[in-house]
């Protein structure tokens, strides 16, 4: 491609909430365009951007895929994206790679929480879109009503270029509201004809002509000068306002069609061409000098020196790690040496390829604003940025999405406790929203994700792509323990077996500390009633004793020991008998101080649609929730509460199922307070039940 046709490439991101029908709208358009010889169908298993297997057992988009295509001398990259919540941050992750999208609704459907969830973040990258209303061939109310609509939740200006003639079983085709013909569509050929405009649609199309005609005056005064003075505009006047309505981000031309029928594509890519922004239109792209921290920026000039930023990373079986990038400057070739300016570490590229679904196809460059695949860097990541070291910059990494839903995860067996880190390592690298951790206080590793089905996946394809086999558990709440009150005792080893004897002798106090203080051991011993070689001992036993716990077998903290007295034998005593006698003295001061059970709990943000809030806030306070507070943000509401961690392990699919899937959940670890009295006495039972359960085993 040369830097001359940069204006005759669009990347174009396939946008929707899951079941709008996206992927199936991308297999209609490349095929629609010929560089697909068949029509590939999601239920079936023969799409081409749907192509793992998880994806075909469940008919859904779980990664982002690309595809390239030619119409009318333009290349379009055509980035089909996910739509179920679980998948959403590698379509935000993706937007930025196109600066344009076709945002897929389903009219019968309306709208859902992740469609607005996508519309929000474009909204924030300035993405110009288009509305396509897909599956108008399936049953469903008044199209245009209900469109209407769509486009007052989203608070948008919708434009319509087409009018829709007969819906469900009936639906023939659209009117144009440019040509003011009626195209009807031929079976499920993608053909069509024009033909006069049906007779009980005439005053419908007639309005929304008079509409989008006013819409595309008020783009630009010389326009709205000639509309305001009763003269017609030009059909070329018409589609130079509406693209550049669109470009200001203003206005959201509406076309209607079917995917599966291939009703409205040839006019949709004819729409991404006239009015979606070309990378020039996009402007420049806003970064920093790595060296001396001052804001850059780069045009789309393939003249200028490289750069380009990693948004996703692929591992594929035979070309092992691939970087897909989007070229913002310069140009990017086979065999040359780039400057990842994230790392400060040289590369060298090896092969490139553009992407078409699961297949490869190999080039030798790629220039400014154009989407490729390069393999095998070494030292590359999602949110890197590659450059040319004499005139470095660093683009923004990517936004982080925290985890919704932790399971502990336990390998099935000894050949799979190798495997799985391997395998979760390589998994991670693609889904940036995966999280492996261990936690110190149960030894347990915890694999967080974005939801359940997500979790799911994950275990698939470790089996699948690793040969690594898991079990999934809810993970173990890790419970504290402290004490209430101070409390004095002794603690005296003394043992005689014949020969030399065992003699320690101590006296402690122990005192609770404010909570996050941790632990405290003071040495008040005077006078030598302890010799001091023996002191490190006590404090030995005393804090191994508190990482077993006393109440339910949990890591005691905050809480001060004091050594105050005790006394030794010249000939028995030992580092042993003084750390045992430290032990012993700690358990019985403890029993005096009122021992309790601490529970972590966790600072939850709640957005649900209003109409839910009390549905929710009753089943946070169910959970031993306290709500801190409620805000609005746009038509959802944030609940803000303090919730125990064990009562919100699962709630992933419980907000789901209150919610109808329009509730999202974020938390993050707040502090530890004391158990309740009723819930202690059933820790405690579970966790001796646990403990003779490991014993027998």
């Not at 298993?45 to 333009?74: C, M, N, Q, Y």
């Amino acid at each position: 491609m040369a830097s001359t046709e940069i204006d005759k490439l669009r990347n174009t991101g396939i946008l929707g909430h899951g079941g709008a029908g996206k992927t199936s709208l991308g297999e209609a358009m490349i095929f629609a365009a010929g560089a697909s010889q068949r029509l590939g169908r999601v239920e079936d298993g023969s799409s081409v951007f749907d192509h793992e297997p998880e994806e075909i057992k469940r008919h859904i988009s779980i990664s982002t895929a690309f595809h390239t295509l030619k119409w009318k001398k333009f290349d379009l990259n055509l980035i089909d994206t996910p739509g179920y919540a679980p998948f959403l941050a590698d379509t935000v992750h993706c937007m930025r790679s196109f600066g344009g999208a076709v945002f897929v609704v389903n009219p019968s459907v309306g709208l859902r929480v992740e469609a607005q969830r996508i519309w929000a973040h474009a909204n924030q990258r300035n993405t110009r879109r288009l509305l396509f209303a897909n599956r108008i061939d399936r049953e469903g109310a008044n199209i245009l009503e209900a469109v209407e609509g769509i486009l007052n939740d989203l608070e948008v200006k919708g434009v319509h270029l087409q009018v829709p003639i007969g819906s469900g079983e009936t639906f023939a085709g659209v009117v144009d509201l440019l040509l003011m013909k009626a195209l009807i569509f031929e079976g499920d050929s993608g053909k069509f004809s024009q033909k006069d405009i049906p007779e009980e649609l005439k005053k419908t199309v007639q309005d929304l002509r008079v509409r989008l005609t006013e819409s595309v005056a008020e783009t630009d005064d010389a326009l709205l000068e000639k509309y305001l003075d009763g003269q017609e505009l030009s059909l070329e006047e018409i589609k130079q306002g509406l693209r550049m309505g669109v470009l200001q981000g203003k206005i959201v031309p509406v076309l209607y069609g079917s995917a599966t029928r291939l009703i409205g594509i040839p006019q949709l890519l004819d729409a991404i061409i006239d009015y979606l922004p070309s990378p020039l239109d996009e402007g420049e792209q806003q970064g920093k000098n790595p060296v001396t921290g001052e804001s850059e920026a780069r045009s789309h000039d393939s003249a200028a020196p490289l750069s380009a930023y990693v948004f996703k990373t692929i591992i594929d079986p035979f070309a092992g790690r691939l970087s897909i990038m989007r070229v913002v400057s310069g140009r990017i070739a086979t065999d040359m040496g780039v400057y990842n300016s994230n790392k400060q570490a040289k590369e060298k590229i090896g092969h490139l390829f553009r992407l078409e679904g699961k297949k490869q196809d190999l080039v030798r460059e790629a220039i400014a604003g154009e989407i490729i695949a390069a393999a095998k860097l070494k030292n590359v990541s999602s949110g890197d940025t590659l450059c040319d070291e004499r005139s470095p910059i660093q683009f923004d990494g990517l936004v982080h999405f925290p985890p919704h839903i932790s399971f502990a995860l336990e390998p099935k067996s000894r050949a799979d406790e190798d495997k799985v880190p391997q395998g979760l390592h390589r998994i991670m690298e693609e889904d940036l929203s995966v999280e492996m951790h261990r936690d110190h206080q149960t030894r347990e590793f915890i694999l967080s994700g974005m939801g359940q089905l997500h979790i799911e996946v994950i275990v698939e394809k470790l089996k699948r792509k690793y040969g690594a086999e898991v079990e999934l558990k809810a993970p173990k709440v890790p419970y504290l323990e402290t004490i209430k009150t101070s409390a004095k005792a002794q603690g005296k080893y003394k043992k005689q077996s014949g020969g030399r004897g065992q003699y320690g002798d101590t006296w402690i106090e122990i005192q609770p500390l404010p909570s996050g203080k941790g632990f405290e051991f003071v040495n008040k011993i005077v006078g030598g009633a302890i010799p001091r070689n023996y002191i490190p001992s006590v404090e030995k036993g005393i804090v191994e004793t508190m990482s077993g716990g006393y109440v339910a077998g949990y890591p005691m903290v905050d809480l001060r020991v004091t050594l105050y007295d005790g006394s030794y034998h010249e000939v028995d005593s030992s580092d042993m008998a003084f750390k045992i006698a430290g032990s012993m003295g700690f358990k019985i001061a403890v029993d005096k101080a009122k021992p309790v059970i601490l529970e972590p709990v966790m600072l939850v943000d709640v957005t649900v649609p209003e109409e839910c809030m009390g549905d929710v806030i009753g089943d946070l306070n169910s959970r031993r929730g306290r709500v801190l507070g409620v805000e609005a943000r746009g038509h959802y509401q944030v609940i803000k509460a303090n919730v125990p961690m064990s009562e919100i392990l699962r709630y992933a699919p419980d907000l789901t199922s209150i919610t109808s899937g329009r509730g999202e959940f974020q938390m993050e670890f707040t502090r530890y307070e004391e158990l309740p009295a009723h819930i202690t006495e059933k820790v405690i039972k579970e966790s001796k039940a646990a403990a003779e359960a490991q014993h027998k085993s």
